[in-house]
């Protein structure tokens, strides 16, 4: 009796350990495992980074490095069979839906700004883009300053609306907007006439264009109304998921496996239309890949 008295007692002094991690876990990890679940945000039309393909796939840059973070997690939880749940979401309804617990991360075309991360976090920058706009070739529109009396498109929810609120007041100009529901909904009101510009980030511009149905007709403007990073976002003050997130993408940037992935979606031919952005790392972005930081813009 004594000898199984204390073999019992060894076997509960074992398995302390793991029972008390597993109590351990908090916030989004502990969400993830207790549901057996993860849901993922994802966009629909911000092409590269995440929108659906001709078989109504969500695919992308930024669904690619996500699914790193849900290898990692499903390592992390001794999980691999937890289920991946994607949830469409848009520039408006993205951070409400990751605030309630509707989406885990969020994985698309989101500026970390100072602003944001007073509602949410960010992971490391993957991408760094200037905020500008898309005209027609044929249009005498070339600076911002030329749209002063015009209309213009621009996408809800995005910061390029309080960007060109703030440049209409220093500018001097006076702009009319309409707000589409999603980036192809704003370009499509440039497309159809019916604005004389989108302003929106420059890389999801060129990704509009090259898959509209007549991509010579549009040309993207030189200036810049500010230069912004992306990245993934997930809830505030959880530090156990955010080390993950960070520890998993920056593993990517130091590894150089992000640079495959970016020519991937940006350097070769990309779905539905097999058309090739043809947009270089720029210098800002590769210094993001060497120092990966969560730097938020002011």
Same mark, same amino acid.
């Given at each position: 009796? #004594?000898?199984?008295?204390?073999?019992?007692?060894?076997?509960?002094?074992?398995? @302390? +350990?793991?029972?008390?991690?597993?109590?351990?876990?908090?916030?989004?990890?502990?969400?993830? &495992?207790?549901?057996?679940?993860?849901?993922?945000?994802? &966009?629909?039309?911000?092409?590269?980074?995440?929108?659906?393909?001709?078989?109504?796939?969500? %695919?992308?840059?930024?669904?690619?490095?996500?699914?790193?973070?849900?290898?990692?997690? #499903?390592?992390?939880?001794?999980?691999?069979?937890?289920?991946?749940?994607?949830?469409?979401?848009?520039?408006?309804?993205?951070?409400?839906?990751?605030?309630?617990?509707?989406?885990?991360?969020?994985?698309?075309?989101?500026?970390?700004?100072?602003? &944001?991360?007073?509602?949410?976090?960010?992971?490391?920058?993957? !991408? %760094?883009?200037?905020?500008?706009?898309?005209? &027609?070739?044929?249009? +005498?529109?070339?600076?911002?300053?030329?749209?002063?009396?015009?209309?213009?498109?621009?996408?809800?929810?995005?910061?390029?609306? +309080?960007?060109?609120?703030?440049?209409?007041?220093?500018?001097?100009?006076? %702009?009319?907007?309409?707000?589409?529901?999603?980036?192809?909904?704003?370009?499509?009101?440039?497309?159809?006439?019916?604005?004389?510009?989108?302003?929106?980030?420059?890389?999801? @511009?060129?990704?509009?264009?090259? *898959?509209?149905? *007549?991509?010579?007709?549009?040309?993207?403007?030189?200036?810049?109304?500010?230069?912004?990073?992306?990245?993934?976002?997930?809830?505030?003050?959880?530090?156990?998921?955010?080390?993950?997130?960070?520890?998993?993408?920056?593993?990517?940037?130091?590894?150089?496996?992000?640079?495959?992935?970016?020519?991937?979606?940006?350097?070769?031919?990309?779905? +539905?239309?097999?058309?090739?952005?043809? !947009?270089?790392?720029?210098?800002?972005?590769?210094?993001? !890949?060497? *120092?990966? *930081?969560?730097?938020?813009?002011?």
């Amino acid at each position: 009796m #004594k000898r199984l008295a204390s073999m019992a007692i060894g076997c509960a002094i074992t398995l @302390l +350990p793991a029972l008390a991690s597993a109590q351990a876990l908090t916030g989004t990890l502990a969400k993830i &495992r207790d549901t057996g679940t993860i849901t993922i945000g994802h &966009r629909e039309a911000s092409i590269p980074f995440s929108y659906l393909d001709d078989k109504q796939q969500a %695919v992308g840059y930024a669904m690619d490095i996500c699914a790193r973070v849900i290898d990692a997690v #499903k390592a992390e939880l001794k999980m691999p069979n937890l289920k991946v749940v994607l949830q469409p979401v848009t520039s408006a309804n993205r951070i409400p839906l990751l605030q309630n617990g509707s989406i885990d991360l969020e994985c698309g075309s989101t500026t970390n700004s100072v602003d &944001r991360q007073k509602q949410v976090a960010f992971g490391p920058t993957y !991408f %760094v883009i200037n905020v500008t706009a898309a005209v &027609r070739k044929s249009s +005498p529109i070339r600076t911002f300053a030329d749209l002063n009396g015009r209309t213009i498109s621009t996408t809800a929810g995005t910061t390029s609306v +309080p960007l060109l609120k703030k440049y209409e007041k220093t500018g001097g100009i006076d %702009v009319k907007e309409i707000y589409g529901k999603d980036h192809s909904e704003s370009f499509l009101l440039l497309a159809d006439d019916r604005v004389a510009a989108f302003v929106m980030d420059d890389v999801l @511009l060129a990704g509009q264009i090259a *898959n509209a149905r *007549n991509p010579g007709d549009f040309r993207i403007l030189e200036e810049s109304l500010r230069t912004e990073p992306y990245s993934v976002m997930l809830r505030r003050d959880d530090a156990p998921f955010k080390a993950l997130v960070d520890r998993t993408i920056g593993g990517l940037m130091k590894s150089g496996e992000i640079e495959k992935l970016y020519a991937k979606w940006f350097m070769s031919p990309i779905p +539905p239309r097999n058309v090739n952005l043809n !947009f270089p790392v720029s210098p800002a972005l590769r210094d993001a !890949f060497r *120092n990966p *930081n969560d730097r938020g813009v002011q």
